[in-house]
Every structure is written in C-alpha cells, then in structure tokens.
C-alpha cells in the first residue's frame, strides 16, 4: 500500500505540477530576469516564494485545518455566507474572467507572433486558435472523475519534458551576458507582485479538493493517508516548478542586454527560445506552451464545473458549467494577453491580502477557537486593500501612505494584525464559555 501511495501520489504531483504551471508561469520569469538583470536571483527567489511557497502553504493550511476536502475550504471560519462570497471570488478570478482566458491568449501569444501575428486586438486567426483551444480544453475536462489522470498521463509528459529541455538549453548555452544594470527600480516588489498575478495561491484553495477527490478514487481516505500523499505531491509539484522558473528567470536575464523592458511578455519568450533553438523554436515553443497552457485550462475548467455544481447543490451539472466556462474563456481570451494581466491587477491587489490573512491562520486553526479573529483580520486586509486599490485609481484617502509596510506593498498587514486583536475580544458563537 505504501509504495503505491508513493507512486500515485508522484503521478498526482505531476498533474499538480501542470495545474499549477499555466500561463502566467510562462511568461512572467523570462521578464523578471529580463529587468532584473544582475539581480535575477533576487528576482527569482522572491516570485518563487510568492506564488510556489505561498501555493503550498495554502495546501498544507488546508491540511492543518482539516478542510482541504470542503468546498468552502479554509474560508469556513469566516462564516457560511462571508466563506462564499470569498470561494466565489476566488472561483470567478482563477476561472472564466482571469486565469483561463489567460491561458489561451498566452498560447496564442507565444505561437503566433513568430508568424507575424500580434496578440493585441481581435483577428480571425486568434478567434479559429481561441475556439479550437477552449474547445478541446473543455473536452478534455467533461469527465469529472477522470479529470487529473487525463493531466498527469498524456499532458503532464509533454509540459515537464519540454520546460526542462529549454531550462537545460538555457543553463549550458546561455543566449548572451547578463546586463550590468538593473532595468528595475524594485525587483523583489515587482517579482512578489508577479507572483500574485499567476494567481496560484487561489487556484491551491481549489486544487487541495481536486487532489483529494482524485486520491479518494484511488482508494485513500484516511487523514493520514490523505496528509501523506498531498505532501508528497505538494512536493513534486514544488521541486519542477523551482527548476523551471529557475531556468526560465536566467534566461530571460542573458536576453537582458538584446530586448528592451517595454517589449510584450509573450513575444519575449518566443524570441528568447528563438535564440536557443533556431528556426526550429518556431514549432517546439508552439507545441509546448500550448499544450502546457491547456493543462491548466482544463484543470480551471474543471476545478470551476465542480465548484459551482456544487454551490448550486446539483442544479447546475457539472457538465454545463464546464461548457459554459470554456465558451465565456474562449470569448474573453480574443482581448489580448496584456489587457487581461492589466485587469487582473486591481482585482488580485485587493483579494490577495484577505486570502494571505486566512491561509496563515488556518496553520493555527486547531489552536483558534474564536472564529472572530479570522472574520476582523481578514476584513482589515481587505479594507487596506482596497484602499490601495483607490489610490492606484487616483482616489486617494491619504491613509494608505502613513500605514507601515507600505512601501513594500505590504500596508495590509498592521490593520490585519488590530483588526484580528479586536476579533479576539468579541465572543464568537465556537468559542466556548469560560
């Protein structure tokens, strides 16, 4: 039984893996590497942190709080209706308005630009490309049960090969020296603020259910077994991904001294692999990020067909949400790789903090007993949010600025932590009497 755990929970870190690395993942490390020139490490390390460690972190706080199981997640202790209405926002951005239309506009994006055809504004060729994508990305994704197996045998191969071919190209004939200059003035901000935008921390929330119901089928349903086999594939998943944005940032950084920092992140990792492969990049790039893209496209597709049947308490099916999804992603996609990243911004900028409050203290959950402190820490973060959200808006309160961290974009954290202290002292319907 144990090797077999082993093994399966190794194919599930495969399909985690792929889930995980999608379209954001391929297109933001070459430009961090790109404008951090001699400091792409720094770069490196601190978009891995943020988007990798913060992503495992929520599945072992899953874990902790004995939830990954539950729809609702680690967002339970919020309330019934305050846990939905985060669920659902998280669903929404790692679903049909975001993450998914981002996955084909990448592909599409780094495909097509070596043939001269520009992401940008609404052509017959991207719509045929967006409708063939999100067509076989939503068949692929019909069948509920066998959604991961699906990923892990005949995506996952591909994806992990080919990465890990352009990482070894990349590491033993870098295209050029890396630049002398520093083409950003915060690298360690910029870089924890891409790893926002992949938006894997919120699709982990959802994820941990796919795992589990995916091992479940095999046959494991212990905790034990269940902790077990999530943590083996929470690190297979963390180990590929640390290799290839590895590989991928120093690639971008020996690109530093040819491309400049204006230049359209899809188009930058075609010319980057153009560099490496030749003539015949054209293909092998095409192939890869498309197949890689519609791995996580078929894992968001699925992970949003079984959310929202389930909010719905069966009365939308899985199947028509699944297709529902693929058509409105498929739609959304034709409006270009940059205009979608340059949405998601204020979007991610304002739920990211509450999500970050609820994830650290579902470490703890075992020893929070009142469910307050999780309601006012997480309402501070969103409040400073959103005030930050107002000032990159031009509507400015003049608060945000006087709030500690803030210059590091971490304003958040002190109205969490008052917040969550004054939630201590308000009596919660779990917490027991003394």
């Keep these: 039984m144990k090797t077999s755990l082993v093994r399966d929970s190794i194919i599930v870190g495969a399909a985690l893996f792929s889930m995980l690395f999608g379209a954001g993942n391929v297109v933001f490390p070459p430009y961090i590497g790109l404008t951090a020139g001699p400091e792409w490490f720094l770069g490196f390390l ?46 929404l951005c790692i679903g049909p308005l975001l993450a998914i239309p981002r996955t084909g506009a990448t592909a599409f994006a780094i495909s097509f630009s070596p043939l001269g055809y520009s992401s940008k504004g609404i052509s017959a060729v991207k719509i045929i490309y967006s409708l063939a994508f999100f067509g ?4 692929l994704a019909l069948k509920e049960s066998n959604m991961v197996d699906v990923i892990a045998r ?35 901000w910029h870089s924890i603020l891409s790893g926002y935008q992949t938006l894997d921390v919120m699709a982990a929330l959802v994820y941990g259910l796919i795992i589990v ?18 943590g083996i594939a929470s690190l297979v998943a963390g180990a590929l991904l640390f290799i290839i944005y590895l590989g991928l940032c120093y690639l971008g950084a020996t690109g530093s001294t040819y491309y400049p920092v204006d230049m359209e992140k899809g188009a930058l990792v075609t010319n980057l ?57 498929m739609i959304v996609s034709n409006f270009g790789l940059d205009n979608i990243i340059a949405f998601a911004a204020p ?88």
């Design 46 to 91: 601190c978009y891995y942190i943020a988007d990798v460690g913060l992503a495992l972190l929520a599945i072992y706080a899953m874990l902790a709080s004995s939830c990954i199981d539950r729809k609702e997640g680690i967002m339970h202790r919020l309330g019934n209706t305050a846990a939905m209405l985060m669920m659902c926002a998280i669903i």
């Design 136 to 139: 076989i990305s939503t068949v």
């Design 154 to 188: 005949y995506l996952s191969p591909i994806k992990v090969g080919g990465f890990l071919l352009i990482v070894a190209a990349a590491l033993y004939m870098p295209i050029g020296p890396i630049s002398d200059i520093v083409r950003d003035d915060n690298v360690a």
């Design 213 to 230: 119901t995916a091992l479940k089928n095999k046959g494991y349903e212990t905790n034990s077994q269940k902790a077990l086999s999530v």
């Design 273 to 329: 692999v153009g560099r490496l492969f030749g003539s015949a990049s054209t293909v092998l790039l095409a192939i890869i990020v498309t197949v890689s893209c519609m791995a996580t496209s078929v894992a968001l597709i699925g992970t949003t067909g079984t959310f929202i049947s389930q909010f719905s308490k069966g009365r939308l099916s899985y199947k028509a949400v699944a297709i529902g999804t693929g058509l409105f992603s």
């Design 347 to 434: 979007i991610l900028t304002f739920l990211y903090p509450g999500t970050l409050v609820v994830i650290i203290l579902s470490l703890f959950d075992k020893h929070i007993t009142n469910d307050n402190i999780f309601r006012f820490a997480t309402a501070g973060a969103l409040l400073a949010s959103a005030l930050s959200v107002l000032d990159e808006w031009g509507i400015s309160l003049n608060i945000t600025s006087h709030l500690p961290f803030n210059s590091a974009g971490l304003g958040w954290i002190v109205p969490a932590c008052i917040f969550g202290v004054i939630g201590y002292f308000v009596r919660s319907s779990r917490q027991p009497s003394v």
